[in-house]
């Protein structure tokens, strides 16, 4: 295809600096095969709000697919930070469209996608990049197409992605091999890639960045679950831009927190190595970040290196803590990798790697709702409570009783 996409300059190869014309499917460099992601000659104003409030520093859709993604709450997370000793902030990406931060990046995606005439886009999941592309899929009118590794999704972002009537096809193996599958369907030009290996779709997601500049004058660190590694990448991306768009110039220290069933970009920086090693049967309760040989790898550790920051990993035990801690101290009800986040920055503080006072955001990334599972644990922990009346009179003899403990 000899079309290209408006706004970025070229496509800049994150391995050899190779620039190519930006077509709208050219992932990977011809060259070297290394990553490739959308520069830009100049910025502009951030005007009208959510993801496309950054327009001037996106690819320019033709048509835009859009349901009101971004602009989510970044809420001071009051008691966590007495608790934990530093000014604990959440961004809450569980609040976009369909439950995800995913969307920030499908709105993009799709809208490439649609512009240049795609009409089957396809993507591998762990449920929440599949359930975000069926809903924008849906609203542009191209079908979805989605390949997930057999048995390896939660329910309720399976049912969210059956409800969208997308096609379904699951792989015998783990997310990587769905992938693999992903990858040469759109090599061999039967759908149109919207995995994180497309750059245009992770240009979404660095608008995180620019949303947490407009809130906070000062931000130490941005604390990330990191699965197939192209959201911490993506954020860093935006912090590097903002002053293109008049936004503060303020870079964070980048913390990527993987579950230690699946921790091999964790395993690859602590070795001070930067060989990735795929981990052939990763393991977690957090299925969103289940992922083995993370695709957006070399972009993830060049986020962290440069901008100074680390790598953590975290036992599920420590997820599922987080995940109650989120819930009895917040009244947040986060899937599971959302919690890594938090339970990074425990660990983190527990080693005192993050000192007293420092200023964090945790990037809460999907929805409780999604992963019925997870509700379960944090109910029986929090010491599920029910009693029953069979009358009026009765009932308020049960409130007067429960006013009485509650005392």
């Known amino acids: ?36 992601e959308p520069v830009y000659s100049s910025g502009g104003t951030p005007r009208g709000r959510g993801v496309w409030r950054y327009r001037d520093l996106l690819p320019r859709a033709r048509r835009i697919v859009t349901m009101g993604e971004g602009s989510t ?10 608790m934990l000793g530093v000014e604990v902030y959440g961004k809450l990406e569980f609040l976009n469209p369909t439950g995800s931060f995913k969307d920030r990046g499908m709105t993009v995606g ?15 999941s762990t449920g929440n990049t599949a359930a975000s592309m069926a809903a924008y899929a849906r609203r542009a009118g191209v079908e979805p197409v989605i390949l997930i590794p057999k048995g390896g999704i939660a329910s309720g972002k399976l049912s969210q992605i059956q409800a969208l009537g997308a096609w379904i096809l699951e792989v015998e193996g783990t997310f990587d091999d769905s992938l693999e599958a992903a990858r040469t369907a759109a090599v061999k030009g039967l759908a149109y890639s919207l995995n ?12 995180i960045a620019f949303e947490i500049l407009e809130d906070l004058d000062s931000v130490d660190y941005v604390v990330v679950p990191v699965g197939n590694a192209g959201n911490i990448s993506a954020i860093w991306k935006g912090f590097k831009e903002a002053s293109l768009l008049g936004l ?5 220290r980048m913390v990527g927190v993987q579950a230690e069933g699946a921790s091999p970009l964790y395993k690859a920086w602590a070795s001070r190595s930067g ?3 795929r981990v052939r049967n990763p393991s977690t309760i957090a299925s969103a970040i289940r992922i083995g040989n993370p695709v957006n790898a070399a972009k993830a550790l060049r986020a962290v290196e440069e901008s100074g920051g680390l790598m953590a990993s975290v036992s599920d035990g420590e997820i599922l803590k987080s995940l109650r801690i989120l819930a009895e101290h917040e009244g947040m009800l986060v899937e599971p990798a959302s919690a890594t986040s938090l339970a990074g920055l ?3 503080r527990s080693e005192g790697v993050i000192r007293d006072g420092r200023r964090v955001v945790l990037i809460l990334t ?17 010491g599920f409570r029910r009693t029953s009346a069979n009358t009026t009179e009765e009932a308020l003899l049960k409130l007067e009783e429960i006013a009485a403990h509650s005392v």
Request: hydrophobic residues 40%; positive net charge; proline residues 9%.
């Open 1 to 36: 295809m000899d079309e290209v996409v408006d706004g970025p300059s070229a496509l800049r190869c994150v391995a050899c600096g190779s620039n190519y014309p930006s077509s709208p499917s050219l992932f990977t460099c011809p060259r070297c095969g290394g990553l490739l």
């Open 73 to 82: 709450p970044l809420v001071k997370l009051e008691n966590l930070s007495r």
């Open 110 to 124: 799709v809208s490439v996608a649609a512009s240049f005439g795609y009409r089957i886009v396809a993507a591998a």
């Open 196 to 207: 994180s290996i497309n750059p245009y779709r992770l240009e979404g997601q660095k608008t």
């Open 248 to 252: 503060p110039s303020i870079k964070p």
């Open 275 to 277: 060989a990735v090693e």
């Open 346 to 348: 425990i660990r983190l």
């Open 366 to 382: 999907g929805h409780g709702l999604k992963d019925p599972k997870a509700l379960e644990f944090i109910a029986k922990g929090a």
